[in-house]
């Protein structure tokens, strides 16, 4: 099992950027897959980006490719999302959470995610 601590979430306009960290506790940090999720009001929890155990594989939903990176420091047992050109849509909680297996469609199910944090607000103003 995996304790999760997100971070770095907060305010901010149309536009700008954040950087979320999630925080792993455990020896076994860097033989999960991580990701992170996020959930709006009224909606589903979805995918957004999901990174490999050595970080060499990422998956990324259509809506923040080529605005959001995720990657990983398994020295420091963390996981960051970079985000840019931020929208008002990406508002939600982001929620990172831990896999023992990934790779392919799974990685992108919350049902193949066994650990997660309490997630961090992000809130993007127009």
């Known amino acids: 099992q995996v304790q999760l601590v997100e971070s770095g979430g907060g305010l901010v306009q149309a536009g700008g950027s954040l950087r979320l960290s999630c925080a792993a506790s455990g020896r076994t940090f860097s033989s999960y897959w991580m990701a992170w999720f996020r959930q709006a009001p009224g909606k589903e929890r979805e995918f957004v980006a999901a990174?490999?155990?050595?970080?060499?594989?990422?998956l990324y939903a259509d809506s923040v490719k080529g605005r959001f990176t995720i990657s990983r420091d398994n020295a420091k047992n963390t996981v960051y999302l970079q985000m840019i050109s931020l929208k008002p849509e990406d508002t939600a909680i982001y929620y990172c959470?831990?896999?023992?297996?990934?790779?392919?469609?799974?990685?992108?199910?919350?049902?193949?995610?066994?650990?997660w944090g309490q997630g961090t607000q992000v809130t993007v103003s127009s």
């Open positions: 990174v490999s155990w050595n970080g060499g594989n990422t």
């Open positions: 959470a831990a896999a023992k297996y990934g790779g392919g469609p799974s990685s992108t199910r919350t049902s193949n995610y066994e650990d």
